[in-house]
Protein backbone atom coordinates (compact mmCIF):
# COMPACT_ATOMS: atom_id res chain seq x y z
CA UNK A 1 0.00 0.00 0.00
CA UNK A 2 1.54 3.45 -0.92
CA UNK A 3 1.99 5.32 1.69
CA UNK A 4 0.06 9.40 0.80
CA UNK A 5 2.70 11.89 1.08
CA UNK A 6 0.57 14.87 3.04
CA UNK A 7 3.59 17.15 3.70
CA UNK A 8 4.17 16.97 -0.27
CA UNK A 9 0.41 17.85 -0.54
CA UNK A 10 0.05 20.14 1.56
CA UNK A 11 3.15 22.30 0.01
CA UNK A 12 1.63 21.73 -3.60
CA UNK A 13 -1.35 23.49 -1.85
CA UNK A 14 -0.06 26.36 -0.21
CA UNK A 15 2.16 26.78 -3.62
CA UNK A 16 -0.99 26.98 -5.48
CA UNK A 17 -2.94 29.38 -2.67
CA UNK A 18 0.17 31.49 -2.93
CA UNK A 19 0.48 31.48 -6.89
CA UNK A 20 -3.48 31.76 -6.81
CA UNK A 21 -3.00 35.12 -4.53
CA UNK A 22 -0.76 36.69 -6.53
CA UNK A 23 -2.51 36.77 -9.37
CA UNK A 24 -5.68 38.01 -7.37
CA UNK A 25 -3.33 40.52 -5.55
CA UNK A 26 -1.94 41.40 -9.54
CA UNK A 27 -5.52 41.91 -10.57
CA UNK A 28 -6.89 43.84 -7.85
CA UNK A 29 -4.08 46.38 -8.39
CA UNK A 30 -4.24 46.24 -12.22
CA UNK A 31 -8.31 47.35 -11.43
CA UNK A 32 -7.17 50.03 -9.02
CA UNK A 33 -4.45 51.58 -11.42
CA UNK A 34 -6.95 51.05 -14.19
CA UNK A 35 -9.79 53.29 -12.08
CA UNK A 36 -7.02 55.52 -10.66
CA UNK A 37 -6.26 56.21 -14.30
CA UNK A 38 -9.63 56.82 -15.66
CA UNK A 39 -10.19 59.05 -12.36
CA UNK A 40 -7.40 61.14 -13.07
CA UNK A 41 -8.22 61.29 -16.99
CA UNK A 42 -11.59 61.93 -16.30
CA UNK A 43 -10.45 64.37 -13.36
CA UNK A 44 -8.23 66.27 -15.86
CA UNK A 45 -10.61 66.81 -18.61
CA UNK A 46 -12.81 68.32 -16.10
CA UNK A 47 -10.40 70.49 -14.61
CA UNK A 48 -9.35 71.88 -17.88
CA UNK A 49 -13.07 71.72 -19.24
CA UNK A 50 -13.87 74.11 -16.34
CA UNK A 51 -10.56 76.26 -16.82
CA UNK A 52 -11.86 76.84 -20.43
CA UNK A 53 -15.62 78.18 -19.60
CA UNK A 54 -14.04 80.03 -16.76
CA UNK A 55 -12.07 81.71 -19.93
CA UNK A 56 -14.77 82.18 -21.76
CA UNK A 57 -16.53 84.75 -18.90
CA UNK A 58 -14.09 87.38 -19.59
CA UNK A 59 -15.50 89.95 -21.98
CA UNK A 60 -14.40 90.26 -25.26
CA UNK A 61 -14.66 93.82 -26.32
CA UNK A 62 -14.64 93.86 -30.06
CA UNK A 63 -12.83 96.99 -32.31
CA UNK A 64 -15.44 99.90 -32.40
CA UNK A 65 -17.32 100.31 -36.09
CA UNK A 66 -18.06 103.22 -37.73
CA UNK A 67 -20.94 103.08 -40.15
CA UNK A 68 -20.46 105.71 -42.70
CA UNK A 69 -23.65 104.52 -44.43
CA UNK A 70 -25.79 105.34 -41.56
CA UNK A 71 -24.27 108.98 -40.76
CA UNK A 72 -21.27 107.47 -39.26
CA UNK A 73 -22.59 105.85 -36.31
CA UNK A 74 -20.70 104.57 -33.21
CA UNK A 75 -21.34 100.95 -32.53
CA UNK A 76 -19.33 99.02 -29.77
CA UNK A 77 -20.40 95.82 -27.99
CA UNK A 78 -18.77 93.32 -25.82
CA UNK A 79 -19.84 89.96 -24.54
CA UNK A 80 -19.19 86.86 -22.34
CA UNK A 81 -20.45 83.25 -22.15
CA UNK A 82 -21.88 82.10 -18.87
CA UNK A 83 -23.30 78.56 -18.31
CA UNK A 84 -24.79 78.19 -21.56
CA UNK A 85 -25.88 81.90 -22.22
CA UNK A 86 -23.76 84.31 -24.09
CA UNK A 87 -23.98 87.87 -22.41
CA UNK A 88 -24.04 91.22 -24.38
CA UNK A 89 -24.18 94.72 -24.35
CA UNK A 90 -24.79 97.24 -27.32
CA UNK A 91 -23.86 100.66 -27.57
CA UNK A 92 -24.61 103.40 -30.48
CA UNK A 93 -23.52 106.95 -30.55
CA UNK A 94 -25.19 108.78 -33.26
CA UNK A 95 -27.90 108.51 -34.99
CA UNK A 96 -28.98 108.70 -39.31
CA UNK A 97 -32.56 110.33 -40.29
CA UNK A 98 -33.36 106.48 -40.94
CA UNK A 99 -32.60 105.24 -37.28
CA UNK A 100 -34.76 108.53 -36.38
CA UNK A 101 -37.75 107.30 -38.09
CA UNK A 102 -37.63 104.02 -36.91
CA UNK A 103 -37.18 104.43 -33.27
CA UNK A 104 -39.42 106.99 -33.46
CA UNK A 105 -42.65 105.88 -31.22
CA UNK A 106 -45.90 105.29 -33.91
CA UNK A 107 -48.55 105.98 -31.37
CA UNK A 108 -49.48 109.05 -28.95
CA UNK A 109 -47.22 109.57 -26.37
CA UNK A 110 -49.59 111.36 -24.00
CA UNK A 111 -53.49 112.20 -24.66
CA UNK A 112 -53.65 115.41 -26.70
CA UNK A 113 -50.09 115.70 -27.23
CA UNK A 114 -48.15 115.38 -30.57
CA UNK A 115 -44.98 113.71 -30.88
CA UNK A 116 -42.30 115.52 -29.79
CA UNK A 117 -39.51 116.43 -32.87
CA UNK A 118 -36.75 114.46 -32.49
CA UNK A 119 -33.75 114.40 -30.34
CA UNK A 120 -36.54 115.59 -27.24
CA UNK A 121 -36.20 112.65 -24.90
CA UNK A 122 -39.70 110.97 -24.48
CA UNK A 123 -39.75 112.29 -21.19
CA UNK A 124 -43.46 110.40 -20.33
CA UNK A 125 -41.89 106.67 -20.69
CA UNK A 126 -39.69 105.32 -18.49
CA UNK A 127 -36.19 106.91 -18.17
CA UNK A 128 -33.76 105.87 -21.46
CA UNK A 129 -36.87 103.69 -22.93
CA UNK A 130 -38.94 103.90 -25.50
CA UNK A 131 -42.68 102.24 -26.03
CA UNK A 132 -42.36 98.85 -27.29
CA UNK A 133 -44.54 99.49 -30.57
CA UNK A 134 -44.38 97.44 -33.83
CA UNK A 135 -40.98 96.63 -34.92
CA UNK A 136 -39.74 98.41 -37.66
CA UNK A 137 -36.45 96.93 -38.72
CA UNK A 138 -33.51 95.56 -37.44
CA UNK A 139 -30.11 95.90 -36.57
CA UNK A 140 -27.79 92.75 -36.69
CA UNK A 141 -24.92 91.56 -35.39
CA UNK A 142 -23.19 89.04 -37.34
CA UNK A 143 -20.24 86.97 -35.15
CA UNK A 144 -17.56 85.83 -37.37
CA UNK A 145 -14.67 83.78 -36.98
CA UNK A 146 -10.82 84.17 -37.85
CA UNK A 147 -11.61 83.56 -41.61
CA UNK A 148 -14.65 86.04 -41.44
CA UNK A 149 -17.10 83.53 -41.88
CA UNK A 150 -20.35 83.92 -40.12
CA UNK A 151 -20.70 82.17 -36.51
CA UNK A 152 -23.97 83.98 -35.55
CA UNK A 153 -26.78 86.47 -36.05
CA UNK A 154 -27.92 88.26 -33.16
CA UNK A 155 -31.33 90.61 -34.54
CA UNK A 156 -32.34 93.44 -32.13
CA UNK A 157 -35.33 95.33 -33.58
CA UNK A 158 -34.72 98.84 -33.97
CA UNK A 159 -37.71 99.83 -31.46
CA UNK A 160 -36.64 97.23 -28.60
CA UNK A 161 -33.18 99.32 -28.02
CA UNK A 162 -33.11 102.27 -24.97
CA UNK A 163 -32.06 105.80 -25.55
CA UNK A 164 -29.02 107.02 -24.13
CA UNK A 165 -30.17 110.82 -23.14
CA UNK A 166 -26.39 112.65 -21.80
CA UNK A 167 -26.63 115.01 -18.85
CA UNK A 168 -28.20 117.66 -20.77
CA UNK A 169 -31.20 115.36 -21.45
CA UNK A 170 -30.32 115.35 -25.13
CA UNK A 171 -30.31 111.89 -27.22
CA UNK A 172 -27.05 110.91 -28.18
CA UNK A 173 -27.76 107.41 -29.35
CA UNK A 174 -29.17 103.99 -28.73
CA UNK A 175 -28.38 100.95 -25.99
CA UNK A 176 -29.55 97.56 -25.19
CA UNK A 177 -27.99 94.69 -23.87
CA UNK A 178 -29.41 90.90 -22.96
CA UNK A 179 -28.41 87.32 -23.96
CA UNK A 180 -29.00 84.45 -26.05
CA UNK A 181 -27.97 80.80 -25.97
CA UNK A 182 -25.30 79.06 -27.30
CA UNK A 183 -22.69 76.65 -26.60
CA UNK A 184 -19.06 77.27 -26.03
CA UNK A 185 -18.02 75.44 -28.85
CA UNK A 186 -19.46 77.78 -31.47
CA UNK A 187 -18.65 80.93 -28.78
CA UNK A 188 -14.86 80.17 -28.83
CA UNK A 189 -15.02 81.06 -32.83
CA UNK A 190 -16.51 84.85 -32.29
CA UNK A 191 -13.26 86.74 -33.10
CA UNK A 192 -14.93 89.94 -34.88
CA UNK A 193 -18.42 91.85 -35.35
CA UNK A 194 -19.79 92.81 -38.84
CA UNK A 195 -23.14 94.87 -38.67
CA UNK A 196 -25.92 94.36 -41.15
CA UNK A 197 -29.65 96.38 -40.91
CA UNK A 198 -32.96 96.72 -42.59
CA UNK A 199 -36.03 99.50 -41.84
CA UNK A 200 -39.31 98.98 -42.78
Known amino acids: MTKIDWKNIKSKVLQFLK???KIAIGITLAVII????VV?????????????????AKPI?????YIS???NIEVSLYSKWLTGDVYYRLSIIGFSEEIKKAIEPNEP???EQTKPSFPSPWTQHAPSTIPKTTDTGFFDINFLDTDEFKVYTLSIPWKRMALKINDAGEIIGLGTYGKFSLSPERYRRFEKIDISWSFK
Open 109 to 111: IAP
Open 61 to 65: IYPIL
Open 34 to 37: LWLI
Open 69 to 71: ALN
Open 40 to 56: GVKTYKEKRTAEKLKLL
Open 19 to 21: GSL
